[in-house]
């Protein structure tokens, strides 16, 4: 005779399949009652990857009470989303929402679509600049938010900030085309409050990196800046970002070229010691005559500055970089001599 499993030693099988689809559909087939337990993990992420992939959804649960979104806590959207939005609206329990790039539909039909969304990611190019903040700003538990902008000009003008915001108390991720969003941001009347901030952008555009850093001053914990399209050929740089008023500041990153060596050293200058812990540094190094001409004059001072960092204030440096040559050893000691004679770790990966 078999007895069968109390459903609290059941559930918990289930639970440690979660990560196993093909498993999690084999219980589904081996008795009814682990269905809903099987169901919980089988749909918690949710790719709408296409216009058919919608209609199958759709026709697979045409009645809503018994729709498995309530399991649903990751969507992702990809596909056109039809004009009826009533099967979209069964995802009440979602808590990340992806919009991807080739989305077409009007983004109304998604404002408020869960109160528990604290992450929010963005990846369009083809709807107007208003329609993508008012979306954002229809989710007021919103905490993290990443905007893949691939917009080159604004289109902000006109738009009015609405009377109250999310609370973005997580990670900002934005890349390519800032200025519109930072301004968008920076209207808003609850102010900003992320404890990471992660920007990649354009040099040009530094000026709106500068005014989202000052915006989260008071909260910031990490901060990472990578100023893309950046010409070596012509060595300008804007002015360092002020740290001084980041009391938080725990962790500070960026992704550097050769001109702006010394925009990182005069950036990191303004730091908060007593609150630094760790300094990262990514980067492509490609030893030609230009590279050993600068790295006596520009890593010198960085060297000197990080290993003062290390020694008296316990402030961790890492450096992080790719190289075409091929003793790989030869990179860190030539960059960072000083803080490889004190024992500092600089990983050099090859770059293929």
Same mark, same amino acid.
């Given at each position: 005779?078999?007895?069968?499993?109390?459903?609290?030693?059941?559930?918990?099988?289930?639970?440690?399949?979660?990560?196993?689809?093909?498993?999690?559909?084999?219980?589904?087939?081996?008795?009814?009652?682990?269905?809903?337990?099987?169901?919980?993990?089988?749909?918690?992420?949710?790719?709408?990857?296409?216009?058919?992939?919608?209609?199958?959804?759709?026709?697979?649960?045409?009645?809503?009470?018994?729709?498995?979104?309530?399991?649903?806590?990751?969507?992702?959207?990809?596909?056109?989303?039809?004009?009826?939005?009533?099967?979209?609206?069964?995802?009440?329990?979602?808590?990340?929402?992806?919009?991807?790039?080739?989305?077409?539909?009007?983004?109304?039909?998604?404002?408020?679509?869960?109160?528990?969304?604290?992450?929010?990611?963005?990846?369009?190019?083809?709807?107007?600049?208003?329609?993508?903040?008012?979306?954002?700003?229809?989710?007021?538990?919103?905490? $993290? #938010?990443?905007?893949?902008?691939?917009?080159? @000009? %604004?289109?902000? +003008?006109?738009?009015?900030?609405? !009377?109250?915001?999310?609370?973005?108390?997580?990670?900002?991720?934005?890349?390519?085309?800032?200025?519109?969003?930072?301004?968008?941001?920076?209207?808003?009347?609850?102010?900003?409050?992320?404890?990471?901030? $992660? #920007?990649?952008?354009?040099?040009?555009?530094? @000026? %709106?990196?500068? +005014?989202?850093?000052?915006?989260? !001053?008071?909260?910031?914990?990490?901060?990472?800046?990578?100023?893309?399209?950046?010409?070596?050929?012509?060595?300008?740089?804007?002015?360092?970002?002020?740290?001084?008023?980041?009391?938080?500041?725990?962790?500070?990153?960026?992704?550097?070229?050769?001109?702006?060596?010394?925009?990182?050293?005069?950036?990191?200058?303004?730091?908060?010691?007593?609150?630094?812990?760790?300094?990262?540094?990514?980067?492509?190094?490609?030893?030609?005559?230009?590279?050993?001409?600068?790295?006596?004059?520009?890593?010198?001072?960085?060297?000197?500055?990080?290993?003062?960092?290390?020694?008296?204030?316990?402030?961790?440096?890492?450096?992080?970089?790719?190289?075409?040559?091929?003793?790989?050893?030869?990179?860190?000691?030539?960059?960072?001599?000083?803080?490889?004679?004190?024992?500092?770790?600089?990983?050099?990966?090859?770059?293929?």
């Amino acid at each position: 005779m078999s007895w069968p499993l109390p459903p609290e030693v059941s559930d918990l099988i289930i639970d440690c399949l979660c990560n196993e689809p093909a498993t999690l559909k084999a219980c589904c087939l081996v008795s009814k009652s682990w269905v809903p337990r099987a169901r919980k993990h089988l749909f918690a992420c949710v790719p709408l990857e296409d216009a058919d992939y919608i209609r199958l959804w759709m026709k697979a649960f045409p009645d809503p009470s018994n729709s498995p979104a309530h399991h649903t806590r990751d969507l992702r959207i990809f596909g056109e989303i039809p004009a009826d939005n009533q099967w979209i609206r069964v995802f009440r329990r979602i808590e990340k929402l992806y919009v991807g790039d080739y989305t077409k539909a009007s983004l109304v039909q998604l404002h408020g679509l869960s109160p528990t969304i604290k992450y929010l990611d963005i990846a369009h190019s083809c709807l107007p600049f208003a329609d993508i903040f008012d979306l954002v700003c229809s989710f007021p538990l919103l905490e $993290d #938010l990443t905007w893949r902008c691939r917009k080159s @000009e %604004s289109d902000s +003008d006109g738009w009015v900030a609405p !009377s109250t915001s999310p609370k973005f108390t997580g990670t900002l991720f934005l890349t390519r085309e800032i200025r519109s969003v930072a301004r968008g941001l920076l209207a808003l009347p609850g102010g900003l409050h992320f404890t990471s901030v $992660d #920007l990649i952008c354009p040099v040009e555009q530094a @000026e %709106s990196a500068m +005014d989202l850093v000052s915006g989260c !001053s008071e909260t910031l914990e990490s901060l990472c800046i990578d100023y893309c399209q950046y010409d070596h050929r012509s060595p300008r740089m804007p002015p360092p970002l002020d740290l001084s008023h980041m009391a938080k500041l725990k962790h500070a990153e960026f992704h550097f070229r050769i001109p702006n060596v010394r925009w990182i050293v005069a950036t990191l200058e303004t730091a908060k010691t007593d609150t630094l812990q760790q300094i990262t540094l990514h980067s492509s190094i490609f030893f030609n005559n230009e590279v050993s001409e600068v790295i006596h004059r520009e890593w010198q001072d960085m060297d000197h500055l990080l290993a003062r960092l290390w020694t008296s204030h316990s402030i961790v440096p890492e450096l992080k970089s790719t190289s075409r040559i091929r003793n790989l050893g030869f990179a860190a000691p030539v960059l960072l001599p000083k803080l490889v004679n004190m024992g500092v770790v600089c990983k050099v990966e090859k770059y293929e």
